[in-house]
């Protein structure tokens, strides 16, 4: 890769993108991105588009002549494709290789137990094998891809729910795993460059709603034993895999203090956004880093905690909800990010505020003042 004006391909153009676009242009980097929206929140901003499907394997390929490295906004791509054009002219960071194991969830379970990484119980399921009658409930059953905001994600509570849901599915081979009555939600970000270096954000609490993100604590309130924990999870990850990149890890931790690993995302991840206003170096500027071999910036909080809180859409709409975005910039030290979707739908990720705090006992508080102020009330 040439040191000056390097240029970054992005498949995907969400909000992940829009953000990491923004860091690109402080770091002197050009993006291109791969979407098929034109309304898509990162379309604005990126230095030049290709209009295609993620999926898209041509267009990747025109990509790639295009920029010096590609990097991933989402998970939903070809792989099987995308391996027909990686060679040596092409470079992709994370490597395929490193994501081939975690784009299916049923095959990343089976990654992370085999590299003894504690993972909730599980197993697959499929029609032909007739093995139904031996699931206990509750439980949970996973879509093996493109789930997304808890969609492909459901909590069984009896053989009813469980037979009426799989049809509606048209009875794929799922995930099922056992139901995991946590305590807490919690998340790490981990990038790690070419050289093997691994940076670690501070571990953040996750609040979920019918399996959509809501708020996110930072640092979350557990003991160092759990943050070690979950370091080591990350550290032991991002190092088997052999990864250039960022991740965002999701964990369980347990009423009897373990730490379970939930979910890989191999890219930026809504827990980290709190890193742009919080932290030295924010997730997007991370992963920029390490794929442009840059060296890797620090993630030490610049404020003792801070909270984010999703700004998701309540009805089914087109609004750019103007007041409310005023009254939340008004809010003492918050942060609104409005990702300029047109469409408002109900649980859609319409934007994200952050509130810098004094200390981690305010979340609770100042989540519920800006979800108020969002709400309208
Ligand atoms: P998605 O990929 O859509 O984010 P996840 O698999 O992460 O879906 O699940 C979404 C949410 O569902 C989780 O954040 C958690 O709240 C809940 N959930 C998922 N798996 C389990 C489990 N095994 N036990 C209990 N809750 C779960």
Redesign the pocket.
Known sequence: MSKSKQIVGIIGGGQLAWMMAQEAQKLQLQTIIQTPNSDDPAVGLADEVIFADVADVAATQELAQRCDVITFENEFVDLVELEKINNSNVLFRPRLSALKPLLD?YEQRCYLDNLTLPV?HFSKLEKTENDSNLITFP??M?ARRH???????V?LHDRTQFEETWKRWGYPSVLM??????ER?LAVMAARNRQGEIAIYPIVE?Q?EN???RRVVAPAAVSEDVVKDCQAIARSLLSNLDVIGLFGI?L?LTPDGRVLV??IAPRTHNSGHFSLDACETSQFAQILRAVCDLPLGSTTMTSPAAVMVNLLGFETAESDYQQRRDRLGGFPKAHVYWYGKRQSRPGRKLGHVTVLLDQVEEAGQVAAAIEAIWRGE
Do not use: A, L, R, S
Not at 177 to 182: A, L, N, S
């Open positions: 969830k909730p439980c949970v996973k789930g997304y905001d808890g969609q492909g994600t909590i795993e056992e139901f995991i009555p946590f939600e996750t979920q399996q959509v993100c999701e369980f939930n979910e």
